[in-house]
């Protein structure tokens, strides 16, 4: 990694126009329609009634692969989805046109040996008003770019869970073509989708998206403690800890307080912590 030309890299706005087409797209990507006769789901995919999954901020105005920028000398393909949050300021339109803002906020240098840990920030807009809807940040982790040094102040991560049982889970099962429902929402990445190119990056098979486990985790939130009401989430994030595979079954288990939840999921099917560290927080 070249650090200076990281620390100095500076994005272009991106602009993006979306339909409910788009947005009804993005909710069936992450399952919702499982029951096509329960009202509260088809609030997500009915044109006539519809809102937006508010953790569709992580795909809107998405930079592209600028990670394999040539000056950056980024080793891109060793780099892994490690943390995500989003904060939401007004909610999500289901249609619009919005811009991202985009700025490396940190890197942090693990040494030669551990990679380095990158923190991205995103701010959502709408683009005809300029109102602030929302704020992303992802860590990423650079594998491959270790002992290059660091700059800025990275963001806080969340602690372990509680040591006590789950006060509350619930499970919701993926589709085996899941992968290939929310590759539509703009990640092309072929390691979700095309066999041999999952095999040649580790996997015994196309993996699901980090996004879409997170959109799932999103979802079993909004289910479980709010109602199915996406204006109640104020903020969540998560660490991500394993890929899933498409068809398997998402259990989270949560472990509430106040208006903070705390949660993780689990494959069921391999019983292996996906998602771990997560945080809700919800309006009254």
């Known amino acids: 990694m070249n650090l200076e030309a990281v620390r100095n890299f500076r994005f272009n706005s991106v602009s993006q126009d979306f339909s409910r087409r788009d947005t009804i797209l993005y909710a069936l990507g992450l399952g919702f329609g499982s029951d096509a006769l329960d009202p509260d789901q088809l609030r997500f995919l009915l044109e006539d009634r519809l809102v937006a999954v508010p953790s569709i901020c992580c795909v809107l105005a998405h930079p592209g692969r600028w990670v394999a920028a040539p000056e950056l000398a980024i080793d891109w393909i060793r780099l892994l989805h490690g943390e995500q949050t989003f904060e939401i300021h007004h909610p999500i339109p289901p249609e619009g046109s919005v811009k991202g803002d985009y700025q490396i906020a940190a890197v942090e240098d693990k040494g030669v040996d551990k990679g380095a840990i990158l923190h991205l920030v995103k701010t959502l807009s709408d683009a005809a008003t300029g109102a602030r809807l929302a704020t992303v940040r992802s860590v990423l982790f650079l594998r491959g770019d270790g002992g290059c040094g660091g700059f800025g102040v990275p963001g806080q991560s969340a602690g372990p869970l509680p040591g006590s049982p789950p006060a509350l889970t619930l499970e919701i099962s993926t589709l085996p073509q899941s992968a290939l429902i929310y590759r539509l929402s703009g990640d092309y990445n072929p390691i979700h989708a095309d066999p ?89």
């Not at 015994?204 to 009401?229: K, M, Q, W």
């Not at 996406?230 to 595979?245: A, D, G, I, T, Y």
């Not at 903070?260 to 099917?269: D, G, K, T, W, Y």
């Open 196 to 284: 041999e190119a999952a095999r040649k990056a580790g996997f015994e098979r196309p993996i699901l998206h980090g996004l879409c486990t997170f959109g799932v985790a999103t979802r079993a939130i909004l289910s479980a403690f709010a109602g199915n009401a996406p204006e109640r989430l104020q903020s969540l994030s998560v660490r991500f800890s394993r890929p899933v595979f498409p068809g398997e079954t998402i259990r989270t288990e949560f472990f509430p307080s106040g208006d903070e939840i705390r949660f993780r999921s689990i494959a069921v099917e391999r019983n292996l912590v996906v998602l771990d560290r997560g945080t809700a927080r919800l309006t009254m």
